[in-house]
């Protein structure tokens, strides 16, 4: 076989293995086996680990499509806000929209795994991001003086963790929740 064809069959597997984790992290989260991506993208595991060095490195490749795209629109939504208000309260809601229907961003907010680097710069962002809406509301006094940026983490992992142990529960009470959680944060 010539050193091509072996480029394209390279070039492929590493696509189907791509698509198969994508698939497959969506619909699980990140801790999907290793085997049940590599069954999926018609190769074996060790094809895996040849082409991606492991689980975090297919993270690495998968998590800015998977999560990464999504997370920073949601941030630049919110840094566009004018209202200093409308900006946390949306930034918070679509935060945990996206928890709500992708388990990986539940994995990623944890950083489930923390040798990734795609993860590890998501959360940067991330938090960068929440430092500075949340200040920009406690200068206008519309959000509680006392909310932090490691509150708005843990009540976001707290409610993640929860909907991965007891399941999620239907849309309306999840958005019902999320409103009673964005109106106690108001500055009274």
Do not use: C
């Amino acid at each position: 076989m010539s050193t091509h064809r072996f480029g394209r069959i390279a070039a492929r597997n590493v696509e189907q293995i791509r698509r198969a984790a994508i698939s497959a992290f969506h619909g699980r989260g990140l801790d999907t086996p290793l085997e049940q991506i590599a069954a999926s993208a018609g190769v074996s595991k060790g094809t895996i680990y040849h082409r991606f060095g492991g689980r975090s490195g297919l993270i690495d490749a998968v998590i800015g499509e998977l999560v990464g795209v999504e997370m920073h629109k949601i941030i630049n939504r919110a840094l566009q806000t004018i209202d200093p208000w409308a900006s946390v309260a949306t930034y918070i809601a679509d935060r945990r929209a996206l928890h709500y229907r992708e388990p990986a961003a539940v994995d990623s907010l944890i950083m489930a795994y923390p040798q990734s680097e795609q993860l590890a710069l998501l959360a940067a962002a991330a938090t960068e991001a929440t430092d500075k809406l949340l200040q920009r509301a406690k200068n206008a006094h519309t959000l509680r003086n006392d909310f932090t940026t490691s509150d708005l983490f843990y009540a976001d992992a707290g409610n993640g963790l929860a909907m991965r142990q007891f399941g999620r529960p239907s849309l309306p009470d999840y958005n019902r929740r999320t409103a009673l959680f964005i109106e106690s944060l108001r500055e009274r």
